[in-house]
């Protein structure tokens, strides 16, 4: 079975700070996403990566960046976290086929 | 461009069947999945049709028409834990990433 591990379930942060959210998974999968899920909005897609090193901006980008040094490891960086990236914060990966998702990471910036 | 459209909320009874319509436009059709998500966790995948017709997996199952851009998930003898959101996703155009409708609420009742 695919693996998804996202480092958090919770996270509390303050406006302005620097936020690192972590997710690894256990498949050798090629494909890594980073979404975030608000009432009403349903998943929108923040970045994506189809290989180490590589990355493609998603529908909502602005304030965030991401990091994939290692084919397991995706990183989404809130390089200064503001009220309204309070949200639910899930990844996936895949490879040809559907995407499987971690358990997500509710963070909540004060 | 691409959009998915499902209802937002529908209501059943323990025991019964219920069908959750989708309808999308794509260009370029390369399958659509179903995905289930319970409050407050990740999504799961259910299903993938890539072929028009039905496919069938225990209590639920999967239908589509790419004639008509029409897809439902048909959920027979449901229990209390099929309290869920149901999610209809097609893929981007000649890439791994997915288009994700705002999903369908369900709830049942005793």
């Known amino acids: 079975d695919v693996k998804v591990t996202q480092s958090s379930r919770y996270l509390v942060k303050r406006t302005g700070e620097k936020v690192f959210l972590e997710c690894v998974q256990d498949m050798d999968h090629e494909n890594m996403f980073w979404y975030r899920q608000d009432p009403g909005l349903g998943l929108r897609l923040i970045y994506f990566?189809?290989?180490?090193?590589?990355?493609e901006k998603g529908d909502i980008p602005e304030g965030y960046s991401v990091s994939r040094e290692k084919k397991e490891r995706f990183s989404l960086i809130l390089e200064s976290a503001s009220t309204n990236q309070t949200s639910m914060y899930l990844c996936?990966?895949?490879?040809?086929?559907?995407?499987?998702f971690g358990d997500g990471t509710r963070l909540s910036i004060l | 461009g691409q959009n998915i459209d499902q209802p937002t909320e529908m209501t059943a009874t323990e025991g019964a069947i219920v069908q959750i319509n989708c309808t999308y436009q794509t260009s370029g059709f390369n399958g659509l999945f179903w995905y289930q998500q319970h409050a407050g966790e990740a999504p799961t995948f259910l299903s993938y049709?890539?072929?028009?017709g039905l496919e069938e997996k225990g209590r639920f199952s999967s239908f589509l028409s790419r004639s008509k851009g029409y897809s439902y998930l048909l959920l027979k003898e449901l229990q209390m834990k099929d309290s869920a959101s149901y999610l209809c996703a097609v893929p981007s155009y000649n890439t791994d990433k997915l288009i994700f409708g705002t999903g369908t609420r369900l709830q049942v009742f005793p």
């Open positions: 049709n890539v072929l028009d």
């Open positions: 990566s189809y290989d180490v090193k590589m990355k």
């Open positions: 996936a990966s895949s490879f040809r086929g559907p995407q499987h």
